[in-house]
T-cell receptor
Framework: DSGVTQTPKHLITATGQRVTLRCSPR?????VYWYQQSLDQGLQFLIH???????AKGNILERFSAQQFPDLHSELNLSSLELGDSALYFC?????????????FGPGTRLTVT | LAKTTQPISMDSYEGQEVNITCSHN???????ITWYQQFPSQGPRFIIQ?????VTNEVASLFIPADRKSSTLSLPRVSLSDTAVYYC??????????WGAGTKLIIKP
């Protein structure tokens, strides 16, 4: 158990809908990262927050947005969903902001868009 | 933009040493190079990270040459439970995190 929690574990929704994925980092970790992993594919970095501030954006679509709240939990919002958005979405936390990438991953949210 | 290249798959046998190499260019000067292990339907798990030369922990060693254009993860005496996908991770100067495509390691009895 990494100490990172993600909810929900599974999500099934229809094209065009909007969903929110939630992540709670390990106690004391200020950095939260979001990743997308499509079936049998590698990890795509989406976005990184540190202590409430956006630190870096990766391959995140304009239909997607994220934020980190004062209690350090983070939410990833996915809107106007398309079939191709079906994937595992992971969040990871770290005590640091850069230089070192020792991250602790949650169990993921499996999103299925039908 | 940093780029990474690692073999798609590798096979080995129980008890052998396995070395997986990742080539990476344009990585951030002051960042560590990190390796992860991932089992199906689970989040990646941190294995080891290093900046230069050699780092060893209880599960693996990491070799990084002076030019930092590659890194080699070494798994000593692998077992069936080491069958997994292994990823290298680097950062670039724009704070982008670049993951390798992953090496699927299959350990045979």
């Amino acid at each position: 158990d990494s100490g990172v929690t993600q909810t929900p574990k599974h999500l099934i929704t229809a094209t065009g809908q909007r969903v929110t994925l939630r992540c709670s980092p390990r106690s004391g970790d200020l950095s939260v990262y979001w990743y997308q992993q499509s079936l049998d594919q590698g990890l795509q970095f989406l976005i990184h927050y540190y202590n409430g501030e956006e630190r870096a954006k990766g391959n995140i679509l304009e239909r997607f947005s994220a934020q980190q709240f004062p209690d350090l939990h983070s939410e990833l919002n996915l809107s106007s969903l398309e079939l191709g958005d079906s994937a595992l979405y992971f969040c990871a936390s770290s005590p640091r902001t850069s230089g070192t990438y020792e991250q602790y991953f949650g169990p993921g949210t499996r999103l299925t868009v039908t | 933009l940093a780029k990474t290249t690692q073999p798609i798959s590798m096979d080995s046998y129980e008890g052998q040493e396995v070395n997986i190499t990742c080539s990476h260019n344009n990585i951030a000067t002051n960042d560590y190079i990190t390796w992860y292990q991932q089992f199906p339907s689970q989040g990646p798990r941190f294995i080891i990270q290093g900046y230069k030369t050699k780092v060893t922990n209880e599960v693996a060693s990491l070799f990084i040459p002076a030019d930092r254009k590659s890194s080699t993860l070494s798994l000593p005496r692998v077992s069936l439970s080491d069958t997994a996908v292994y990823y290298c991770l680097v950062g670039d100067s724009n704070y982008q995190l670049i993951w390798g495509a992953g090496t699927k390691l299959i350990i045979k009895p």
